[in-house]
């Protein structure tokens, strides 16, 4: 057997192994050969006796004919050659014996059919072949033997029957030793082929040797270190459950704790109380409400360990029972209001419409989580608004999941603190605990509780804009019916109402539950909006008849406008309830005294909320059909021939000041006004209804007016055509020409005057509903001013002003107003293009400030405006930082310069 060269390297198991593995697979391989040789010498007999058959059937003596001998030969003599190898390969297969006995018959086989036809040359050839397959063996001692009989058999045929192996009679005496040589030769190939396939075959056998023992050794390091895992999980199965014991002993020893602390410690906070509604000194009274806030303080630390020892100790479970979620969670709201509003927070809430009215759930726990992150929201926030958001998450006929937030506008967590906060004892930052307070187990146990819900918690914020947690809880469906008193009235289906607030959060959820209530609701951002809107609406007929007013607003606040609205008449016509963030003592007595319906707290809890309306509306609230209108005074619209019809009118301008200009001028008139901030808005506005007039600025943000005007040719009826009225701030040769091939009719510069614009109007409608346009005024009478108003007229030019208002004061003082909001973020934004180098912000801003300045008249700021804008175009960013710094300083003059309250002082 052939072994590898590197035996040094191998073990002397490897070598066990390797020969068992060699010697088995070499034993296979002489079986297999055996069988297929007792299969192909089956086929040569019988291929010999048809052979004989075909070349020599009878043999011909005289008068009479027998059958050939080669017939005979083939038949028993190749017969005998063949049964017994093919007996050994059956019984036998494998053994040397059996080899060398196959490799004698195989050869005599090929004699056989050399005789057969006569010692042709071609049947030689199946000695050739025979040579090959018995190479199948891997075994050169069988070619051996196979090339001596092949020898013998040719020395003794070519001495005794030459024709028979040679097919002549005579043949030379070495031509024997010609075949034998060739025979030689291949044998010498075949030995060498042998020799290399019992080497690979040796080889292998010891690579598989190897390859098991290395197996075995991996599965034995394997089964090794298995057992040794074993041994480690029961130790430290064994070490968890001690550690669990300890933990259980540990958290049952502080329940105990903490319950028997809590007992004193209510009754310190008791007596302290008590105390505290005693006659006490100055001193005293400090002293002991510093008792008080630490006793506080204590206790909620108190209830924090209390909680997270039961939820350790598994002894905390949920009690579930049917409840409100909007009680539950607008009582929590109120819990906090006051400290909420002592910081200056906006704290709302909103809830909405498809969450269910009742589920079944543990309400106190419920309570507990919204306490937490509110209250954390709270504490974490200087300034800005706080805000819970409750919507329908996912529902079935027995679960419901409610997706919760809390978004805040406070100081913000970072990214890789997000995770830790819900762990035990973490909070975002150590200072936090000096900072703010706390324990670090809060949100530890909120995740408890809600992960006892069926839901899960996560946060998401950002470091100085805020953070909003979210979870959801899971609770079971409740079945019964909502409670009677619970459903609003369906006397209040499309009541108009008005809600007055400036903060977008709280309007948006005044919004959404009085519309789920059937009103039919509008917002205003001030007061000065407001009390425009009120006319507006009464003289379209439709006046509010529920109005939501809140007391904290810049400028005008809640009691001012109240006070105007009663002095105008206007309470009359209305339900005026009023909101306010902090509730000031009096306040109350204040709004009911001079006419509210109601006076309300925020956060508004909607169960009280809905009460309070509904008795406000039934004490206060007019009838719908016999509502005080405004006398033609408060309303010109209403006087005058035609005043019956209006037009409707489309305008389409993003410049809130142009917007209320434009507004004030027809609505006197009755027409009726849709606005639009954008091309694009204007052209879904168009789409919508029909309009009798379009006004289109030509540069707007999203869409401008030419591709607005574009879009709705495009859109308009075959054979109708709206009059378009372009609105530009700067017209220069050729825009009249553009404008009109773009599709529009006429165009008016700004700022506009009323009377070409009602002219214009006029023109492009035929009259058609606009008879009330003759009730323009052609002359202005100057105010009176007194005598430190010379700055003033410097600043503005009064006469233009009064024209565009046409003397309508309370219209220019909501101007001022708007002038006063509007200017200084667009300076702000101006600042930052100049320094951002943003040539596109820098337009935007100095065209909204040009505009800004001439609706007030203020022709300096104007002109100064439209230098920067200039500059702009010129990318001369050095020039438009010092008229940028320009134009700030006269901003400030005009406002200085403006009158303090109203323009009325100036009359």
């Known amino acids: 057997m052939i072994t590898p060269r590197n035996m040094d390297d191998v073990s002397g198991g490897v070598r066990t192994r390797a020969s068992s593995l060699f010697q088995s697979h070499q034993q296979r391989l002489y079986a297999r050969t055996d069988r297929l040789f007792a299969v192909l010498l089956g086929v040569e007999w019988i291929t010999g006796i048809v052979a004989a058959l075909w070349i020599s059937p009878r043999a011909w003596s005289g008068s009479s004919s027998e059958v050939h001998p080669h017939v005979w030969a083939a038949i028993f003599l190749a017969g005998f050659i063949d049964s017994v190898p093919i007996a050994l390969a059956i019984f036998a297969p494998g053994r040397t014996f059996t080899r060398h006995a196959i490799a004698v018959a195989q050869m005599s086989t090929s004699a056989i059919f050399i005789h057969l036809s006569g010692g042709r040359i071609e049947t030689h050839f199946h000695i050739f072949g025979s040579l090959a397959f018995l190479a199948l063996y891997r075994d050169w001692r069988v070619l051996i033997t196979a090339s001596v009989v092949v020898s013998v058999d040719h020395f003794a045929r070519s001495v005794l029957?030459?024709?028979?192996?040679?097919?002549?009679?005579?043949?030379?005496?070495?031509?024997?030793?010609?075949?034998?040589?060739?025979?030689?030769?291949?044998?010498?190939?075949?030995?060498?082929s042998c020799v290399r396939g019992t080497k690979e075959l040796s080889e292998i056998a010891y690579r598989t040797a190897e390859l098991e023992e290395t197996n075995a050794r991996i599965e034995a390091r394997v089964d090794e270190q298995t057992r040794e895992l074993r041994v480690s999980e029961c130790e430290l199965r064994a070490a968890k459950e001690a550690a669990e014991a300890a933990s259980r002993s540990k958290s049952e020893f502080l329940a105990n704790m903490s319950h028997e602390i809590r007992t004193p410690m209510n009754g310190i906070i008791g007596m302290t109380d008590l105390?505290?509604?005693?006659?006490?000194?100055?001193?005293?009274?400090?002293?002991?409400?510093?008792v008080k806030s630490c006793a506080d303080a204590l206790l909620t630390l108190i209830n924090d360990i209390l909680d997270f020892s039961k939820i350790e100790a598994g002894k905390l479970d949920l009690h579930c029972a049917p409840f409100n979620v909007r009680e539950v969670v607008g009582d929590t709201l109120k819990a906090l209001a006051l400290q909420a509003h002592q910081k200056g927070l906006e704290l709302a809430c909103e809830i909405a419409g498809d969450v269910p009215a009742e589920v079944i759930g543990d309400a106190g726990r419920f309570r507990q989580i919204m306490i937490n992150l509110l209250g954390n929201a709270v504490k974490f926030t200087a300034a800005g608004e706080v805000v819970a958001r409750i919507s329908l998450d996912r529902a079935d006929h027995e679960r419901v999941s409610l997706r919760c937030s809390v978004s805040d506008s406070g100081i913000g967590i970072p990214i890789d603190k997000q995770q830790s906060i819900f762990q035990v004892?973490?909070?975002?930052?150590?200072?936090?605990?000096?900072?703010?307070?706390g324990t670090g187990l809060g949100l530890a146990i909120v995740r408890r509780l809600v992960e006892m819900m069926g839901g899960e918690i996560w946060v998401e914020s950002e470091v100085g804009v805020g953070s909003t947690f979210r979870f959801t809880p899971v609770f079971e469906v409740c079945h019964q019916p909502p409670l009677q008193g619970t459903q609003p009235p369906p006397a209040w289906q499309g009541v108009p109402a008005l809600i007055v607030d400036d903060n977008a959060t709280n309007r948006r959820i005044l919004t959404a539950m009085l519309g789920q209530w059937g009103f039919d609701t509008a917002e205003a951002t001030s007061a000065s909006e407001a009390m425009a809107m009120i006319r507006a609406a009464a003289c379209r007929s439709r006046p509010f008849q529920l109005v939501l007013l809140d007391v904290q607003m810049p400028h005008i606040d809640g009691f001012t406008a109240l006070e105007q609205l009663r002095e105008g008449g206007w309470l009359t016509a209305m339900t005026l309830v009023m909101l306010s963030s902090s509730a000031s003592s009096g306040d109350t007595k204040r709004a009911i005294n001079l006419g509210a319906a109601a006076y309300l707290n925020k956060p508004i809890k909607q169960s009280e909320f809905l009460a309070t309306?509904?008795?406000?509306?039934?004490?206060?609230?007019?009838?719908?059909?016999?509502?005080?209108?405004?006398?033609?005074?408060?309303?010109?619209?209403r006087s005058g021939p035609g005043a019956e019809t209006s037009l409707k009118i489309l305008v389409a301008e993003d410049n809130v000041v142009n917007q209320r200009v434009v507004t004030g001028i027809l609505e006197k008139r009755g027409f009726t006004i849709v606005i639009a901030v954008n091309g694009r808005e204007a052209v879904d506005a168009f789409n919508a209804e029909r309009f009798d007039l379009v006004l289109m600025d030509v540069q707007m943000p999203e869409m401008d007016g030419m591709a607005a005007t574009a879009a709705i040719r495009l859109a308009e009826p075959a054979g109708e055509r709206t009059p378009i009225i372009a609105l530009t701030a700067h017209a220069m040769t050729g825009d009249k020409e553009r404008f009109l091939n773009g599709g529009m009719d006429a165009y008016l510069p700004k700022p506009l005057k009323p009377a070409d614009l009602l002219s214009l109007i006029a023109k492009l409608t035929d009259g058609r509903k606009s008879s009330s346009l003759a009730t323009t005024r052609d002359h202005f009478e100057p105010l009176a001013r007194p005598d430190h108003s010379h700055e003033l007229d410097e600043l503005l030019d009064l006469p233009s002003l009064l024209e565009r208002v046409e003397n309508d004061l309370e219209l220019l003082d909501e101007l001022t107003c708007l002038f006063r909001q509007i200017v200084p973020d667009l300076l702000t934004r101006l600042d930052a293009g100049v320094e951002q180098g943003d040539c596109n912000l820098i337009g935007e801003s100095a065209h909204a400030l040009k505009g800004s300045m001439q609706n007030l008249s203020a022709r300096l700021g104007a002109e100064t405006a439209a230098d920067i804008e200039r500059s702009c175009q010129r990318g001369d960013f050095s020039e438009a930082r010092t008229t940028a710094a320009r134009l700030r300083r006269e901003y400030e003059e005009i406002v200085a310069a403006l009158p303090k309250s109203s323009w009325k002082e100036y009359a």
Not at 162 to 177: A, D, E, V
Not at 275 to 290: H, N
Request: aromatic residues 10%; negative net charge.
């Open 161 to 192: 029957w030459p024709q028979s192996i040679f097919g002549i009679l005579h043949p030379t005496w070495w031509r024997w030793m010609e075949h034998a040589g060739w025979v030689v030769f291949e044998d010498v190939i075949l030995i060498v």
């Open 275 to 290: 105390a505290l509604d005693s006659a006490l000194s100055t001193s005293q009274r400090e002293q002991l409400e510093t």
């Open 425 to 437: 004892f973490e909070q975002a930052d150590q200072s936090t605990t000096r900072l703010y307070g």
């Open 613 to 637: 309306l509904r008795r406000a509306l039934a004490d206060h609230g007019p009838n719908v059909g016999s509502c005080v209108l405004p006398t033609d005074e408060q309303c010109p619209a």
